[in-house]
């Protein structure tokens, strides 16, 4: 990705670049502000501290900025004082680094910490390299602590607190759109002839779309956390209520993501002559193609619910699982009686019927909505 493209996107219209050249405005602004008040206003004597911290903690969500404001300066706090006290006792910087810095790298990785641990080693440094160590120098260096975390919470909370719900959007209806994509490709396959070449690649979809639904979900909870202490979540009640409808399609695009993928390891083992597994006879695969064409569409109209969520998606979305439902009864009387002598071609068609079965009825389990969004 070019950064010119980056620009221009960020300029075009909302999205994750134009959010992440916001939070880096908001944490240059935070740095800027804390210079002013600790150098202009109160005149601190080391007030390069304050904007140190105040622009690392404009973070991705205003509960992050919070929690790890604490833990910054609870990581600070306690290089600042073991580097005091070392230093005080020894009288040497370099002998009191010797012996200030394995314990704060090590303590640094305490849990509780977070990933602010790095800033008591910092911290320490800090201490000991500008000037002989004392209480007065400790108890400033964390007043300005303080100070950088307040403005940097502050700008975070104040200035476009960022709500995470178009992650979400997006990356759901990028999964849905790969699943649709996929059980369609396979579906123009076992319509002709078919390959274990054929197969690999159906299984390696299949497989990005298990990912792009982790994905789904990863995005799905930062929506939940950015809500989370954001005094603009009042503000966009009305769209955070989807997170909801949000948190049930991410359940049923993981069952689906199951079934494709093993629907695309059973093809990809009937496929391959060094196994037993049989491959579906031409008519059984015909009409299984013409069972996941409407699985595809399915799930393509299940996506549009997610984004519209108005009563004509919905209503495509039940022709689209009727339809399903209809191919897959209709495939279900072709198998009657099939192959049931044989325990391989049982396992086979037992697998493909059951697998669809499972997947049509998920669909059937619609998002909840908000009746302010119905249209």
Not at 150 to 164: D, E
Not at 184 to 194: C, D, E, N, S
Not at 201 to 217: C, I, K, S, Y
Not at 304 to 317: G, K, M, N, W, Y
Request: charged share 25%; hydrophobic share 45%; with cysteine.
């Amino acid at each position: 990705m070019s950064t010119a493209g980056a620009v221009r996107r960020a300029c075009a219209g909302p999205g994750r670049e134009r959010d992440l050249a916001v939070q880096s405005l908001k944490a240059a602004l935070a740095a800027l502000v804390a210079w002013i008040i600790a150098s202009q206003v109160l005149r601190a004597p080391m007030p390069f501290i304050a904007p140190w911290v105040a622009v690392a903690l404009v973070r991705t969500t205003v509960y992050r900025s919070m929690t790890e404001s604490l833990e910054q300066f609870g990581a600070i706090a306690l290089g600042t004082t073991l580097a005091t006290l070392t230093g005080m006792a020894v009288g040497d910087p370099t002998l009191a680094m010797v012996l200030v810095l394995p314990v704060t790298l090590l303590v640094g990785n305490w849990r509780k910490l977070g990933d602010q641990g790095i800033y008591g080693a910092t911290a320490a440094l800090f201490t000991l390299t500008t000037g002989d160590p004392s209480v007065d120098q400790a108890v400033a260096r964390l007043l300005e602590s303080l100070l950088g975390a307040g403005v940097g919470v502050a700008v975070n909370m104040l200035i476009l607190p960022p709500v995470y719900l178009r992650d979400s959007h997006n990356a759901l209806r990028t999964a849905a759109d790969a699943a649709s994509e996929c059980l369609a490709g396979i579906a123009r396959g076992l319509g002709g002839a078919w390959d274990h070449g054929d197969a690999r690649e159906w299984d390696r979809r299949a497989r990005r779309v298990t990912e792009l639904v982790g994905e789904a979900r990863e995005a799905l909870a930062w929506t939940e956390e950015s809500a989370r202490l954001n005094p603009a979540a009042p503000r966009r009640a009305r769209l955070l209520r989807r997170s909801g409808t949000y948190a049930h399609t991410v359940y049923v695009l993981e069952e689906l993501a199951r079934y494709t993928r093993d629907l695309a390891h059973t093809l990809l083992e009937a496929a391959d002559d060094s196994t037993a597994r049989p491959r579906p006879e031409e008519d059984v695969a015909a009409r299984y193609a013409r069972l996941l064409e409407r699985v595809a569409a399915a799930v393509e109209a299940f996506g549009h619910v997610v984004t519209e969520d108005s009563r004509e998606a919905r209503a495509r979305l039940r022709r689209a699982v009727a339809e399903a439902e209809a191919a897959h009864g209709d495939l279900r009387r072709l198998l009657g009686g099939r192959g049931v002598d044989d325990p391989e071609w049982m396992g086979l068609y037992g697998s493909l019927l059951v697998d669809a079965h499972r997947a049509v009825q998920r669909l059937l389990e619609e998002p909840p909505h908000d009746e302010e969004d119905r249209g």
